[in-house]
Every structure is written in structure tokens, then in C-alpha cells.
T-cell receptor
Framework: GAGVSQSPRYKVAKRGQDVALRCDPI?????LFWYQQALGQGPEFLTY????????KSGLPSDRFFAERPEGSVSTLKIQRTQQEDSAVYLCASSLVRVKVGPSGNTIYFGEGSWLTVV | AQSVTQLDSHVSVSEGTPVLLRCNYSSSYSPSLFWYVQHPNKGLQLLLK??????LVKGINGFEAEFKKSETSFHLTKPSAHMSDAAEYFC??????????FGTGTRLLVSP
């Protein structure tokens, strides 16, 4: 597609429910990122994939959060036993090649996000 | 560790007047710096990024930013605000690889 596509755009989950958020990166993009944006805050890094390999998951807040990208394209962020503090916008982003985001590096393109509300 | 501080949570200007959004950074080495804009219910869009070749960086839609190492600043400016500029602006520093570290954002309000 023309841009990074995320679904669902809006999700309301009951506390304790499992949710899955999908990301379709720009076709051919090797690098894929997940960020979490709480209300009134800037996005915070969750995890990073290069193709199907999850190279950094240091930002995942707990073991209830799990991300995968089994075929190196579409990615899913899964949150188990959701809590109210998980309410946020989850942003997916992709980049063409192995990322070096310095001055000569690649641009990272963001999707519009999945808005999760846990009630 | 890298971090950025956006000094104003909200900035209000009138259409046609200059815009200044302030950002200070902290980095243990030569940083990579960016400004992103986020319109309501839209994805983050890159406005500009710092290249070491020039301290004054020009971006899209008439925005520019100046890298000042001595002041550890990377303020965003525009000579004349337009109504369509109303949005949330994020100053961002990178660790040089996959992680972008965002500031808390500045909401720009533009009145007629």
C-alpha cells in the first residue's frame, strides 16, 4: 500500500481481555517498529524488527506484551490480560532498509495508530 | 542516554505571525535530531531532520530548525503561520539506530 496501515483503528477492550493489533508496513520495508503513545505524551519505543527477527524488545512494558512478524512483513502486537494502564495509541512504523536514522539514514514512516481503550 | 525537552506544552499564534517551538536535547555524542508533526487522527509526519552538513535545516511547509551545539537546542521556526499548521509537534532524538526518543510535544494553536 501507499503507507503504513494499522487495524483496528479503534478498540475498546474490557479489563482482562486479550487484544491483537495489526500492522501492514509499506511494501518492501525491512524494518518495523512499534511505539506506545499515552494520552498527552510523546510516543515511546516498544520493539523493533528487521525482517522477521525481533532485534530489540527492550521497550515492552511487561510480559503481557508480545509482538511478532513471522514472515517479515505484517506484524501483530498482542496484549494479554489488558489493564487500564494499557490504554494508549499504538503506533507502527516502517523503514526501507536496515536502520541507521542518522543524517544520512532512512526515514521512518508512521501509521495512523490503533487507539486502545481498556474499560 | 538521549533525551529531548520541549519547553512549551502549548503555543498560540495568530495566522501570519512567526512560529517558534523550542526544543533542547541531551546526548552523549553527536545527535541525530528530527521534528515530527501529528495532525488529529493522523500519523506522524517527518518535517525535517538534522544533517551535520548544515546547522540550519529546511523542512516541508516552510518550517526550518537551527542546530546550536553550544546551547544544545534545536528550535523549530516558521516565518508566517497558516491555519493548517495547527497540530502537535514533536522534537525527536535518535540513538543513531532504531530507537527514536520523543519529547512530550507542543500543541500549536493558530487563530484567525
Amino acid at each position: 500500500g501507499a503507507g503504513v496501515s494499522q487495524s483496528p483503528r479503534y478498540k475498546v477492550a474490557k479489563r482482562g481481555q486479550d487484544v491483537a493489533l495489526r500492522c501492514d508496513p509499506i511494501s518492501g520495508h525491512v524494518s518495523l517498529f512499534w511505539y506506545q503513545q499515552a494520552l498527552g505524551q510523546g510516543p515511546e519505543f516498544l520493539t523493533y524488527f528487521q525482517n522477521e527477527a525481533q532485534l530489540d524488545k527492550s521497550g515492552l512494558p511487561s510480559d503481557r506484551f508480545f509482538a511478532e512478524r513471522p514472515e517479515g512483513s505484517v506484524s501483530t502486537l498482542k496484549i494479554q490480560r489488558t489493564q487500564q494502564e494499557d490504554s494508549a495509541v499504538y503506533l507502527c512504523a516502517s523503514s526501507l532498509v536496515r536502520v541507521k536514522v542518522g543524517p544520512s539514514g532512512n526515514t521512518i514512516y508512521f501509521g495512523e495508530g490503533s487507539w486502545l481503550t481498556v474499560v | 542516554a538521549q533525551s529531548v525537552t520541549q519547553l512549551d506544552s502549548h503555543v498560540s499564534v495568530s495566522e501570519g505571525t512567526p512560529v517558534l517551538l523550542r526544543c533542547n536535547y541531551s546526548s552523549s555524542y553527536s545527535p541525530s535530531l528530527f521534528w515530527y508533526v501529528q495532525h488529529p487522527n493522523k500519523g506522524l509526519q517527518l518535517l525535517l531532520k538534522y544533517t551535520s552538513a548544515a546547522t540550519l535545516v529546511k523542512g516541508i511547509n516552510g518550517f526550518e530548525a537551527e542546530f546550536k551545539k553550544s546551547e544544545t537546542s534545536f528550535h523549530l521556526t516558521k516565518p508566517s503561520a497558516h491555519m493548517s499548521d495547527a497540530a502537535e509537534y514533536f522534537c525527536v532524538v535518535s540513538d543513531g539506530f532504531q530507537k527514536l526518543v520523543f519529547g512530550t510535544g507542543t500543541r500549536l494553536l493558530v487563530s484567525p
